[in-house]
């Protein structure tokens, strides 16, 4: 069986400032995992992806994920926040051949001018 | 390019009654499809997902069940609801990517209150 656990419901940050929200896995087989944003009243969109090619994955609008497979951690990070990065984020865990994929509870991230 | 429809967008419905939320997919072929549930300040959770025609499988058990009558066709449906079951629904599809998992492409989704 596999799940994911976000570790914080919330996250405030400064914008300019460094942005981590934290995400641990687990699964039977190699997984693959993704980042989904949602802003307020709008549907979900994809912001990066791991597939079991380079551990350090590049996403949209400057966020990164690094896979640890040793840690079981899928982290998403960004250099510098804006405030337009204020939204909910999702980390999603999916099996072998992406028959079954399954959310996160979610991470709220607020941007203070 | 592939689109996909989900309604309808909002629904308000009393305790008991049925529900038919449809959802379907165009562009492409022999997709999976997936119904989740995002309840208010919770995350999304999978109710039921769909790999072909008629084949059918159920996360979570509850009064709701999930039908695929045709390719690009996913419908959920309740013959009772229950207060609980008010959230917001939505319908997504992947690709078949053989060893690798797809990205996952949403509707807007059907908000579904039950007085």
């Known amino acids: 069986a596999q799940s994911v656990t976000q570790l914080d419901s919330h996250v405030s940050v400064s914008e300019g400032t460094p942005v981590l929200l934290r995400c641990n896995y687990s699964s039977s087989y190699s997984p693959s995992l993704f980042w989904y944003v949602q802003h307020p009243n709008k549907g979900l969109q994809l912001l990066l992806k791991y597939t079991s090619a380079a551990t350090l994955v590049k996403g949209i609008n400057g966020f990164e994920a690094e896979f640890k497979k040793s840690e079981t951690s899928f982290h998403l990070t960004k250099p510098s926040a804006h405030m337009s990065d204020a939204a909910e984020y999702f980390c999603?865990?999916?099996?072998?051949?992406?028959?079954?994929?399954?959310f996160g509870a979610g991470t709220r991230l607020f941007v203070k001018a | 390019s592939q689109t996909i429809h989900q309604w309808p967008a909002t629904l308000v419905q009393p305790v008991g009654s049925p529900l038919s939320l449809e959802c379907t997919v165009e562009?492409?072929?022999?997709?999976?499809l997936y119904w989740y549930r995002q309840a208010a300040g919770r995350g999304l959770q999978l109710l039921f997902y769909?790999?072909?025609?008629?084949?059918i499988s159920s996360e979570v058990p509850q009064n709701l069940s999930a039908s695929r009558p045709q390719d690009r066709q996913f419908i959920l449906s309740s013959k009772k609801l229950l207060l609980s079951d008010s959230g917001f629904y939505l319908c997504?599809?992947?690709?078949?990517?053989?060893?690798?998992?797809?990205?996952?492409?949403f509707g807007e989704g059907s908000r579904l209150t039950v007085l």
């Open positions: 999603v865990v999916s099996d072998f051949g992406g028959f079954k994929t399954i």
């Open positions: 562009g492409t072929s022999n997709p999976n």
């Open positions: 769909s790999v072909g025609i008629g084949q």
């Open positions: 997504a599809w992947s690709s078949w990517t053989g060893m690798i998992a797809g990205e996952l492409f």
